[in-house]
């Protein structure tokens, strides 16, 4: 069982930058696609960005040109450098995982690390 550990997570002013990491606990090759999903409470959880097994690479409307995701297969880790923060990008970020294998879909989460953006 693979685990997902996100750290760099904090309070930044508005208009300043984040780097948040997910270390996998194994190989993170074996996974078809990882990604950033963001919760504030009461609201569903939001599909932030994604990075496929290919390199091809998604991001939310809301977070275009501000975030990149990218992935480090040598130290299983996947990252999110988040720039030019705004007060609703407050939330509980979580890293994600999926392996595809025939038709069933695995999914990993970590456990959230809390981003605040506030003056």
């Known amino acids: 069982q693979v685990q997902l550990v996100e750290s760099g997570g904090g309070l930044v002013q508005p208009g300043g930058s984040l780097r948040l990491s997910c270390a996998a606990s194994?190989?993170?090759?074996?996974?078809?696609?990882m990604g950033w999903y963001r919760q504030v409470p009461g609201k569903e959880r939001e599909r932030v960005a994604t990075i496929i097994s290919g390199g091809s690479t998604y991001y939310a409307d809301s977070v275009q040109g501000r975030f990149t995701i990218s992935k480090d297969n040598g130290k299983n880790t996947m990252y999110v450098q988040m720039n030019s923060l705004k007060p609703e990008d407050t939330a509980v970020y979580y890293c994600?995982?999926?392996?595809?294998?025939?038709?069933?879909?695995?999914?990993?989460w970590g456990q959230g690390t809390q981003v605040t953006v506030s003056s």
């Open positions: 994600h995982a999926f392996q595809v294998t025939g038709s069933a879909v695995r999914t990993y």
């Open positions: 194994g190989s993170i090759v074996s996974f078809n696609g």
